[in-house]
């Protein structure tokens, strides 16, 4: 197929799929070669670069960090936000360039913006010298394409979802903490959100295939488990069965492995029931990242997020009060279309109430196809550009604060890596997610270890290891 179709579904027979599934298609042909890829966006395209890197790995090829010496350069894209487009085609110019010194290159775009139609025909029109485009419901084509490879260009992008795939080899970025997608895509539709048209509609893995995947990252010695969802509060409720996130909690807490988390939470699907699961089970990380997007009523009934100010303010004191040493994060966004001083204000007016511990913000990106894109917006970028800045500015102080309660305390960090801090140090979280930047344990990178805070930064603490001895 060489136009961009992103009508037609690509739902496989139960046939088509066992052959994926024993495939994870292997092949010598490129023995020797080396691959570039760069991810764009969140933690899921993250873990399906994962996915990607396992289909290179199996193909034969090495990774190299710089993109001039590839022999296939990979961009698994990002549709959320303008900037992110316009890093990608920024990128793709220099990659051009490359191309005329290295006609064999193979490019391959995929990800969340070929699953828009625009990006899909400029990328047809514009950069012919993309030799592969896919999309978010067929990563699993990516072995095929590459070894089908010309140099006309092959787009294969997909609009509907398709089957899950379950035994996916995947090349992960860590030894000791793993993603674990327990669902694809969103039903929640929020106004100013493009996930659901480019991830499609919520479908959840079943809890067994979960469980198995948990158990076996447990048997290799992985230490920790993100559970990784758009919405994963909202996980079973496609399915036709009585469980939901809480038992699939549960029964992954029951495992054993010593830490999970999960990401990312829709307020209006958090239920008491998960809250007690989260209290009950000490290997259920104390950590909750909770988007709030506006302190708004009104801002939040545009954007279709099915919860009032009231509401949330609600649910977080009942998560503070019921889960010792909890720690809360939140997504903000300023500017929505027609956002009012006065709606400004009750979103301050939430982060001062809750004391967030950290706070991802933007300023509103329409994106092209949601419904909050068509708003006639009356609020200048230079108004929206002050109203982040001030809160950027309360949420720092009241990060700051909540580190500074860590100094002289006596920490667990699971180390992941060495630090960017310094040659002589290493890095890791606590169980409330807070970075820690430790001194001279490069021994320890992989284990979970004793730390001393010695010191409190807006985005970090410092700490030193500490052995306990026998007196
Ligand atoms: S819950 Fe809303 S913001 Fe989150 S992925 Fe779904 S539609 Fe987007």
Redesign the pocket.
């Known amino acids: 197929m060489n136009l961009p179709d992103l009508k037609k579904a690509k739902i496989r027979s139960d046939e088509e799929v066992k052959t994926i599934e024993a495939t994870n298609l292997k092949s010598n042909k490129f023995a020797g070669k080396k691959y570039f890829l760069k991810t764009y966006g969140c933690q899921m395209n993250v873990h399906d670069s994962e996915e990607i890197k396992g289909i290179l790995k199996n193909l034969g090829f090495s990774e190299t960090l710089d993109y001039e010496e590839a022999d296939i350069i990979v961009l698994n894209t990002c549709a959320i936000r303008e900037n992110a487009h316009d890093k990608v085609f920024g990128f793709l110019g220099r990659v051009k360039h490359l191309k005329k010194e290295k006609p064999d290159l193979l490019v391959a775009v995929g990800g969340c913006m070929p699953q828009q139609n625009s990006v899909a025909n400029l990328l047809k029109e514009k950069y012919p010298f993309v030799n592969i485009v896919f999309g978010t419901h067929n990563i699993n084509d990516l072995g095929k394409m590459i070894v089908d490879a010309k140099s006309k260009q092959d787009i294969e992008v997909y609009s509907i979802e398709g089957n899950i795939y379950e035994n996916i080899e995947y090349d992960r970025d860590s030894k000791y903490c793993a993603w674990v997608n327990i669902m694809y895509g ?5 106004t ?5 048209f480019t ?1 499609g509609k919520q479908r959840s893995r079943k809890m067994e295939d979960i469980l198995e995947e948990v158990q076996k990252l447990k048997d290799e010695g992985y230490l920790e488990v993100t559970l990784l969802g ?2 994963v509060n909202a996980y079973g409720k496609d399915l036709d069965t009585s469980y939901d996130f809480a038992t699939l909690l549960e029964n992954v807490a029951n495992i054993g492995i010593e830490r999970i988390r999960f990401v ?1 939470s ?1 307020p209006w699907d958090f239920t008491d029931k998960m809250i007690e699961v989260i209290a009950k089970y000490p290997n259920i990380m104390p950590y909750i990242h909770l ?1 709030l ?1 506006s302190g708004s009523s009104k801002i939040l009934k545009l954007m ?2 099915r919860y009032t100010k009231e509401e949330y303010l609600e649910l977080y004191r009942k998560i503070k009060d019921s889960i010792p040493g909890v720690s809360i994060t939140t997504d903000i966004i300023v500017g929505f279309p027609n956002e009012t001083d006065e709606d400004f204000e009750e979103t301050l007016d939430v982060v001062n109430k809750c004391k967030f511990d950290g706070a991802f913000t933007f300023i509103y990106s329409p994106r092209e196809g949601t419904p909050a894109a068509l708003i006639k917006d009356s609020i200048s970028m230079e108004v929206k550009e002050k109203r982040l800045q001030i809160l950027n500015n309360l949420v720092n102080d009241y990060s700051l604060e909540h580190n500074k309660e860590y100094v002289g305390k006596l920490v667990k960090v699971l180390v992941t890596e060495n630090s960017l801090k310094g040659t002589d140090k290493v890095c890791g979280y606590t169980d409330t997610m807070k970075l820690v930047n430790i001194d001279g344990a490069k021994e320890d990178i992989g284990k979970i270890i004793n730390v001393k805070i010695t010191e409190a930064k807006s985005f970090s603490l410092d700490g030193e290891k500490v052995i306990f001895t026998n007196i």
């Open positions: 969103c039903d929640k539709f929020c100013y959100c493009i996930v659901p991830r758009q919405n990312t829709h988007p997007q279709g997020r």
